[in-house]
């Protein structure tokens, strides 16, 4: 028989199968598959004679009606069946209704129901309790008095009962009388079965004003005088009715008596004893359930101080941290400047020694004869050391204790010895690293103080080495090279033949027959007028041209391979400002250093590495404040530039590409980078970069120079101190007082016309570059060839056609676009996953190792956050209070109403909350990621951040609605449901930040827990709908919520629980299963964004 053919409330055939008489009392044992065997209770002495003997009539009862075919499809709503049937049917506590039964009837066996009498009224159930099945002893012909409500009959002597039988109903006619106390005896059945623990079943009395038998609701037949009320009449579903419940703010004993709840306990309904308060809760006589607002109240202002200080003192953690780190550095920096200023003046001593002793020599180098001057005692002052030659020979210069005092103090000597002995060691370590040992002195450098010693002793070595060369003349620039010995970094050449770059979809030529080569040590300098291709001729030498077809040569140190083989030893300085605001100037720069320096470099060396970037861009006096956001202000336009660089520069580079980086920065700050940028030259560094109409004094400073025109096509390309002799051969001359970059542009821009005596016009300056190289030329450029070829008449003259192009339709021009997006989305995912080999020899961190770091970068950039995360706290709160208030959980349908509410709330506001994880920092990820800085590492740490408020969310949700709504269910596993929701929605809301813009993606997670939980809490839907249900997650969270509050009721309560479960198509045993499938939704979720941010990606 089907689950649905019996109906909502056949399944409980279950809970009212009346079983055996062990040990002097009356069993009643739910039906379920398989054997069973109900404890065994020990035979109580006390009872009479006749009570043993129906117990004995009654004593292979139970394992019949647990193996019936009945109640086999019922077990859905029964987890433990030997706990179930304590907490229902074990009356050893209380058999005196028993003994009442049996005086009153002189046995109970002939008037207990079986399995085809049991199958007749729960079958009936389904239509309602009193919409009997005509049956045998109950028909339109056939009527006794045990038919009534309330009334039973017996078999009679003769009959003997098989209690087994599911398909013949007994005769019973005889003896008819009410129901026994502690009974129930339904309409159109003349039997009667054992009322559960949690019921009460007194029988009834007439009620004149009513003409029902109260305390239930029926009325006995009219027109027969001497039939009066009986006992109980039904027990089914409390939604249904819920007559045989133990009333609220009472508990009953067992099925006969009732008692009001005392002082200090309360009561709910179908209650079997009192359950004590709470401290701090007020629990009055009759109380239904405790009052624990005062708990709610308690954790509101624990939880409000807590935010409140999380909210005003976040930032002064991080600060007080910083404050502490700032002084150690500034201590050793203080230190290093007073030892570098203590070695200037001992060496200013030493040379002013020298100069004296070279002045007495010479004046008294006519007295003494060298031949009069005995040899030992020459070769003596020769091996002694120079101050003891100098206190020989100079005695005055050799002070007293008490001059001492006077003209230098008596530190300085031991200061100097430190010096000297703190440079040695600096120098021997250089050596050490270089030729891959480690000594003793370097094991010693481990404390903040000590690298931070090491760091700005050797800077300050190279600032007295670049004294000399600061204004960076040619004589100063080979000095500075000469002294800085050999480079150690890779070298990188890019050499680039007949490159175009051609736009997919539109065939436009944004790059056309570029030529030439950008050499290690130099700068070069792209520049152009706007469209002439600079920013595109960037990308295609550093791999990063999408949606574009890249054709010609490019060699990497005349090695036709993958520039991207480099990856890890090339720096690209994107246009856009691309930092995170929320961390300081040091942090961002720190952040690069660790994950691109190799990870054999040693921490004092990353950190000289640092310093000397920060003290090149001028970033010392910012180098604590946070860069900032469009929310919160941070530093300037330009030092924000600067830092965009700095970024790139701490992983030294072989090969740097720039996009405008002096764009926004004045003349000062602009020569200052350039100064930081030659430095590298001088490393070897292969720099290239695009700039905008740079001054004169910029100009200079640039070693190559690629002047694009429009169209993509070279005007020039070689060293800059040449490109005015170039000009001049083609007869133009830049005037007096004029910028020669600018006067370039505007002559590649048409506003300025060149002389008519120089007979060349600027379409035709790429065609005389390419003569000039003997490059060929393409045809549709050969009539610009000849001499005097005057440009092009019309508006758009400047622009040199190339083809033709073809006349579309509307929906050719449409379809034309799609092919374009698909093609520039598939070269996207083949750039991401483009893996070419490893060629630049840098062995970088490991993605455990960025991990770590990415886990301190994260944990600072959400304290920094705090108040924020502050607010979704606070919004939680509220919601919990709310929600506890307005939707209290209901007995009737276990808190599925309170439990749907909670689900669309949290995932809402959780899902919302998770967008900001991977929404808000999508181009830094970008620029990391086309770094080589691991993906995983980024993914990973976030998730691990994010769980903190995975954990922290369900508790600050439930401390408020909990504590309002008071459910059955205990509070940890609420929790853990929660828990595992708010682990899934965080997942999914992951998805939605990747796959999608900041609008949609938010609207999205406004909408889809709604309409997802709509769709999971239709009963009556299609069975597509229902199928469709099966997937959605709010239904796992709500059948985990229901199952989890719905064990909570037992006894009277069983009938209820089966039939909510059964409507819901809920099954108690699948609780575990809801939470796996919750977190495997969670971890699927998360391994789809990941691939999505993976190959969704813009590099």
Same mark, same amino acid.
Request: net charge positive.
């Given at each position: ?193 054992? /009322?559960?623990? !949690? %019921? @009460? $079943? =007194?029988?009834? +009395?007439?009620?004149?004003?009513? *003409? ?33 419940? /133990?009333?609220? !703010? %009472? @508990? $009953? =004993?067992?099925? +006969?008596?009732?008692?009001?709840? *005392? ?837």
């Amino acid at each position: 028989m089907s689950r649905r053919k019996l109906g909502s409330s056949t399944l409980f055939v279950f809970f009212s199968c009346i079983v055996l008489l062990r040990s002097g009392f009356l069993q009643l044992v739910r039906c379920q598959v398989g054997e069973f065997t109900p404890p065994k209770l020990q035979d109580p002495s006390n009872l009479d004679f006749l009570t043993r003997l129906a117990y004995n009539g009654l004593d292979n009862l139970t394992s019949d009606i647990l193996s019936s075919k009945l109640i086999q499809d019922y077990s859905f709503c029964i987890e433990d069946p030997e706990a179930e049937w304590n907490t229902a049917f074990n009356f050893s506590s209380d058999l005196s209704f028993v003994a009442a039964c049996l005086a009153k009837t002189g046995d109970v066996t002939p008037r207990l129901c079986n399995v085809a009498e049991m199958e007749v009224y729960f079958n009936s159930l389904k239509n309602g309790w009193n919409h009997i099945k005509p049956n045998r002893n109950c028909n339109s012909t056939h009527w006794v008095a045990g038919c009534e409500p309330g009334w039973a009959c017996s078999t009679g002597s003769d009959e003997h009962t098989d209690f087994k039988n599911i398909h013949q109903i007994p005769e019973r006619q005889s003896d008819c009388q009410s129901c026994c106390e502690g009974f129930f005896c339904p309409y159109g059945i003349t039997c009667m079965m054992p /009322c559960p623990l !949690g %019921s @009460y $079943c =007194p029988l009834a +009395t007439f009620n004149p004003s009513t *003409s029902m038998c109260a305390p239930y609701s029926y009325k006995p037949p009219p027109g027969n005088s001497s039939h009066t009320c009986g006992g109980a009449n039904v027990w089914t579903d409390a939604r249904s009715s819920d007559e045989l419940f /133990c009333t609220a !703010g %009472s @508990y $009953c =004993p067992s099925s +006969t008596e009732t008692k009001p709840c *005392s002082s200090g306990n309360y009561c709910p309904v179908g209650s079997t004893d009192e359950k004590r308060c709470f401290k701090l809760t007020t629990c009055d006589t009759k109380t239904e359930s405790q009052d624990i607002h005062a708990y709610g109240i308690m954790l509101i202002a624990a939880l409000s101080t807590l935010l409140i200080i999380i909210y005003n003192c976040s930032d002064q953690i991080l600060t007080t941290r910083e404050r502490r780190y700032a002084k150690s550095r500034e201590a050793a920096a203080q230190t290093v400047r007073e030892k570098t200023r203590a070695r200037a003046r001992w060496k200013a001593a030493k040379e002013a020694a020298k100069k004296h002793s070279q002045e007495f020599r010479s004046q008294f180098s006519g007295r003494f004869s060298k031949k009069n001057l005995p040899n030992s005692d020459q070769v003596k002052i020769l091996n002694q050391t120079e101050s003891e030659t100098m206190s020989d020979l100079y005695p005055s210069l050799s002070p007293t204790p008490s001059q001492a005092k006077k003209t230098e103090p008596v530190h300085l000597m031991n200061m100097m010895y430190e010096i000297e002995g703190d440079s040695a060691s600096f120098d021997l370590e250089s050596r050490e690293v270089n030729g891959k040992k480690i000594s003793s002195k370097e094991k010693d450098i481990h404390t903040h103080s000590q690298i931070f010693k090491y760091a700005y002793a050797q800077l300050e070595k190279e600032k007295a080495q670049q004294q000399r060369d600061k204004d960076l003349t040619f004589s100063g620039v080979i000095s500075m090279a000469m002294d800085r010995g050999p480079i150690k970094r890779p070298l990188i050449e890019i050499s680039f033949r007949d490159l175009t770059v051609t736009l997919k979809g539109k065939h436009k030529d944004l790059l056309r027959s570029v030529t030439g080569k950008i050499r290690p040590g130099r700068i070069t300098a792209i520049m152009g007028p706007s469209g002439a291709g600079k920013t595109t001729f960037l990308s295609a030498l550093a791999g990063k041209a999408v949606g574009c077809t890249v054709s010609g040569m490019i060699f990497i140190n005349g090695k036709a391979i993958s520039i991207h083989s480099y990856r890890k030893i090339i720096g690209f300085v994107p246009q856009d400002d691309i930092v995170h605001g929320n961390l300081t100037v040091e942090e961002n720069l720190w952040f690069s250093a660790r994950c691109r320096l190799s990870a054999d470099l040693r921490k004092p060396d990353k950190v000289l590495i640092v310093e000397r970037v920060i003290d090149a861009l001028g970033l010392q006096a910012i180098r604590g404040s946070l860069v900032g956001t469009v929310e919160k202000r941070g530093i300037s336009g330009g030092q924000r530039k600067r830092v965009n660089v700095g970024l790139e520069l701490v992983m030294e580079p072989s090969l740097l590409f720039l996009d405008e980086p002096t764009s926004g920065l004045d003349s000062s700050s602009s020569q200052l980078l350039l100064r930081a940028l030659r430095r590298e030259a001088l490393e070897g560094v292969n720099i290239c970069m695009v700039v905008h109409q740079p001054s004169y004094t910029l100009f200079q400073m640039f070693d190559d120079l690629i002047l694009l025109a429009r169209g993509g096509l070279t005007v020039y390309h070689g060293p800059v101190k040449n490109v005015e002799d170039y000009f001049s051969s083609l007869g133009i001359d830049i005037p007096d007082r004029i910028n020669p970059p600018d006067y370039f542009i505007d002559i590649l821009e048409g506003m300025v016309k060149t002389s008519s005596s120089s007979g060349v016009s600027y379409t035709e300056l790429p065609v005389r570059w390419m003569l000039h190289n003997g490059y060929p030329v393409p045809p549709d450029l050969r009539k610009y060839a000849g001499p005097g070829t005057s440009p092009l008449n019309g508006d758009h003259g400047h622009e040199i056609p190339f083809s033709v192009p073809e006349e579309r339709s509307f929906a050719g021009e449409v379809w034309q676009d799609v092919k374009c997006n698909v093609e520039r989305q598939r070269d996207m995912i083949r750039h991401n996953f483009l893996r070419s080999t490893d060629l630049s020899n840098r062995r970088t961190p490991s993605t455990f190792v960025q991990y770590k770091y990415f886990l301190g970068r994260v944990g600072k950039q959400r304290l920094r956050e705090a108040k924020t995360q502050a607010v979704d706290y606070l919004i939680l709160l509220i919601a919990g209070a709310c929600l506890g208030s307005l939707t209290k959980a209901n007995d009737m349908n276990f808190g599925f109403g309170a439990y749907t509410y909670t689900i669309i709330a949290v995932s809402l506001l959780c899902k919302i909350a998770a967008l900001r994880s991977f929404s808000l920092d999508k181009l830094q990820y970008w620029r990391e990621s086309a770094s080589g800085i691991s993906s995983l590492a980024h993914f990973v740490s976030k998730d691990t951040v994010d769980l903190f408020n995975t954990l922290i969310k369900p508790v600050v949700y439930l401390s408020m609605f909990y504590f309002f709504s008071n459910p059955r269910s205990s509070f940890a596993y609420n929790y853990i449901v929660l828990l595992c929701l708010v682990y899934c929605v965080t997942g999914i809301g992951y998805v939605l930040a990747i796959f999608l813009e900041p609008g949609p993606s938010q609207l999205c997670s406004v909408l889809l827990p709604v309409v997802l939980t709509l769709l999971s809490t239709q009963s009556n839907g299609s069975k597509f709908v229902k199928l469709l249900a099966d997937f959605c997650y709010p239904k796992w969270a709500l059948e985990a919520f229901v199952i989890a509050n719905a064990e909570r009721y037992y006894g009277v309560w069983l009938l209820t629980r089966c039939g909510a479960l059964l409507k819901y198509g809920y099954n108690v045993h699948h609780w575990i299963l809801r939470l796996c499938t919750l977190i495997l939704a969670g971890i699927i979720c998360r391994a789809i964004a990941f691939i999505g941010m993976v190959t969704l990606q813009k590099k």
